[in-house]
């Protein structure tokens, strides 16, 4: 391995090698915030800075006005998420953060697809629409609009579904998720 | 009251003693506040030495340094001092002027992104949306940065706000929902790590810049000595024990001694206080203290186990911590005898391999004999503060601190031009200690300007250059790994120092023979004022002995 700071050539593989180290299973962390400017900057450049990738990022109010709530998911191996939720943590506007677990998770995400759907192809689209509990928010004689929510899983599985009838676009609001049971999230 | 004369209240009850700082079109107003307010500012030539004297001036005393800057390119030049707090841990409060509110965002003159530009390198800022916000953010930002791991913090005004008229009213009381920094040690933790190290038979204690934060020296010498245990520190922990204490086994790391680096690989325990396992202290990180378990005492969560898996934990001030520690351990009364071979193996490579280099055969100054010569013509007393590069290697090498908060540098970072500043605020908090700057022909060159500052202010720092004419560490990292191919390294005999001095308004001096040197620095110090040593030292030699970039700990040359 090329050494660092030495002359030793470094290859892209090794390079690539180092990077992969970081991955494992999804993490989703929901982050109770001070509702105030540059909050969200704040974490986003930690992320960035400490080279973690954020895949899913929403952002919404809570019952209480001062506060705001972050989900974002993460694709890390264990270690370092508990390296970023500590990072996090030193954030002076960041409240609570919860690791949460899949299993006492609750999660959701809402999708809606553009998709052409022309001719005879579209009723059969609307049954499979039907069969994933979606709703037809739009329609034209070119395309139609279908809105998914479920968990991540259930509208990666309508995308395949919906692929062959002509997908214009997608547009996803991440995942959003609560801890199940009594206590709060 | 206007805004501005309120953050003078601020400071002031916050006891601030002196800012550092230079005026702008966007801090004009603060600037009309200083004019009367009673609080000692200096002037400075340029805001990173403004930046660098405050954190100079936070290190020598304990206490928060201040610095001020206008917008633009005032706060821009805040930047290297912003990030060298960061990584040092030093409590310093930067306030900012900025543009007008209504020219915010429309690239007014003089305006940058100041909060956005240093976002990742400050411990929290504060940008001021309303001047009502202002004293509680001041205090806010005072209590942030001392508190829990210091660190920088920033505080950007508008310039119209300043101008508002405001009722002050002290804050008395900071609520900050999202910082409760950890002072306790957990108890049951802390009697695990008791125990311990009651059974380690091959422990040492690595203790870092966490130690001179906490003022925890007193502790941890005390815990050190009851204990019987081999001390090491890192570059910022210099001072934390007495370097010429007998358990004491000089710096570890790159640039440590062989003593220290050896006992921390062949460690069955290392008690880490306030230090975070650095690239600079492991080397090769797969091949550090490979049979050593390890206690992490660290304010900070973030730092246990981010490089080194710690097996037991203890978050919270070190001074607390290192007092229960010893109360605890004393209670296990443990058998000193479980460490003779351990410190017959210590003493075994103390003999074997001591610090030390060739001496001239000529009157010619070795770099390492500047810093012995410096040594002894102090009696060891004086509060060094030091640049970047070789002559800081042998400073911290060869100058042996007992006490904590004299020893001055910047390590995270490693900041050229951090030294003159620095000694310069460090003066102004310790104005009966004598302060020697110890820099290179390079780093000196930085910030310069602030002997101007010296002069005008009469701030008696005596700065001694080690002058090899080269940026004498990347050369030393060229010859060595690099074959011998020196790019740009050469700075010649540029400028003249000691002319140099005297333009500047300080005196100037050049020492070129061994045998008077001593003697020469001792005048140099009784010499009143700023004064500039031009000392001409060996061109070419290296700063050893060194673990090789990517090597294991074990495996030291030179
Ligand atoms: C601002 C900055 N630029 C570049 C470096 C890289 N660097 C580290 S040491 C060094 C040489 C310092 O030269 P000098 O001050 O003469 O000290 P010497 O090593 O010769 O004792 C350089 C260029 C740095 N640390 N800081
Ligand atoms: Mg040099």
Redesign the pocket.
């Known amino acids: 391995m090329g050494e660092p700071g030495t002359k030793e050539l470094l290859s892209l593989e090794e390079l690539n090698a180092a990077v992969g180290l970081r991955t494992g299973r999804k993490h989703v962390l929901s982050i109770l915030v001070e509702n105030r400017p540059g909050v969200l900057t704040r974490i986003a450049g930690l992320f960035a800075r400490r080279g973690f990738n954020i895949e899913t990022l929403t952002v919404g109010p809570t019952q209480d006005a001062q506060v705001a709530r972050i989900t974002l998911t993460v694709d890390g191996a264990l270690h370092p998420i508990d390296q970023v939720t500590k990072q996090l943590h030193k954030l002076i506007n960041v409240l609570k953060i919860r690791d949460l677990e899949p299993n006492g998770t609750v999660s959701r995400e809402l999708a809606m697809f553009k998709i052409a759907a022309e001719g005879p192809a579209r009723s059969e689209l609307l049954e499979f629409c039907e069969i994933f509990r979606g709703r037809v928010v739009d329609a034209t004689r070119r395309s139609v609009v279908i809105e998914i929510t479920g968990e991540e899983e259930k509208i990666n599985a309508f995308e395949e579904v919906a692929r062959p009838y002509g997908l214009i676009e997608i547009i996803r609001t991440g995942e959003i998720a609560m801890a199940r049971g009594r206590s709060e999230t | 009251m206007r805004a501005a004369d309120a953050v003078m209240e601020c400071l002031k009850a916050e006891g601030v003693d002196v800012v550092f700082g230079l005026p702008g079109g966007a801090n004009l107003p603060t600037y009309d506040a200083f004019y009367d307010a009673g609080i000692h500012h200096v002037l400075v030539r340029h805001e990173a030495g403004g930046g660098h004297a405050a954190e100079g001036y936070a290190k020598a005393t304990g206490k928060v340094g201040v610095a001020f800057a206008t917008s633009g390119p005032g706060a821009t030049n805040l930047v290297?001092p912003i990030a060298d707090a960061m990584l040092d841990s030093v409590p310093v409060v930067f306030i900012t002027g900025q543009v007008r509110t209504d020219l915010l965002g429309t690239d007014g003159f003089q305006e940058a992104d100041t909060m956005g530009i240093t976002m990742p390198i400050v411990k929290h800022s504060f940008m001021i949306q309303h001047p009502l916000e202002l004293p509680r953010a001041l205090h806010e930002a005072f209590h942030i940065a001392r508190s829990g791991r210091p660190g920088p913090v920033l505080i950007d005004i508008p310039q119209d706000l300043s101008r508002a008229d405001i009722g002050y009213e002290p804050v008395t009381e900071v609520s900050l929902p999202g910082y409760q920094p950890t002072f306790e040690g957990n108890h049951k933790q802390i009697r695990q790590a008791a125990k311990a190290l009651a059974a380690a038979k091959r422990p040492v204690i690595y203790a870092g810049g966490g130690v001179i934060n906490a003022n925890a020296s007193a502790e941890l010498t005390d815990f050190a000595i009851a204990g019987g245990f081999p001390v090491t520190c890192t570059l910022m922990g210099l001072g934390g024990f007495p370097g010429t204490n007998p358990q004491w086994l000089g710096m570890l790391g790159m640039h440590g001694t062989r003593t220290a680096n050896y006992a921390m690989d062949g460690a069955d325990l290392i008690c880490a206080v306030g230090a975070r396992f650095d690239d600079r202290i492991t080397g090769k990180l797969s091949e550090f203290a490979q049979q050593a378990k390890f206690i992490h005492i660290d304010v900070d969560p973030a730092e246990i186990s981010k490089n080194v898996p710690a097996h037991i934990p203890i978050v919270g001030d070190a001074r607390n911590i290192l007092a229960k520690l010893l109360v605890e351990y004393r209670e296990l009364e443990p058998d000193a005898s479980r460490m003779e071979d351990w410190w017959a193996q210590i003493e075994r490579w103390r003999a074997e391999y001591p610090l030390g280099y060739e001496d001239s055969t000529d009157s010619e100054i070795k770099?390492q004999y500047l810093i012995q010569a410096l040594y002894e013509a102090t009696g060891g007393d004086a509060v060094i503060v030091s640049?970047?590069?070789?002559?800081?290697m042998?400073a911290a090498q060869y100058y042996h601190f007992d006490k904590p908060r004299r020893w001055i540098n910047s390590g995270g970072l490693?900041?050229?031009?951090f030294g003159l500043p620095a000694a310069m605020g460090a003066q102004v908090g310790l104005p009966d200690q004598v302060v020697c700057a110890i820099?290179?022909?390079?780093?000196?060159q930085?910030n310069i300007q602030e002997l101007a500052t010296c002069a005008q202010n009469e701030i008696p720092v005596k700065v001694f250059i080690?002058?090899?004419g080269?940026?004498?560490?990347?050369?030393?990292w060229q010859e060595l790994f690099w074959d011998h191919r020196y790019s740009h390294?050469d700075?010649g005999q540029f400028p003249d120092f000691v002319k140099l001095a005297e333009a500047y308004g300080a005196s100037g001096f050049r020492f070129v023979d061994k045998n008077t040197l001593v003697e020469d620095i001792r005048a140099a110090i009784a010499t009143p004022g700023p004064v500039l040593a031009d000392v001409r030292v060996t061109r070419e030699e290296n700063t050893y002995p060194m673990i090789a970039p990517g090597a294991a700990a074990r495996d030291m040359v030179g």
């Open positions: 290297t770099p640049d970047v590069g070789q002559h800081q042998w490693g900041t050229m031009g820099t290179g022909d390079g780093s000196i930085m080690m002058n090899n080269y940026l004498g560490m990347v050369r030393q390294v700075m």
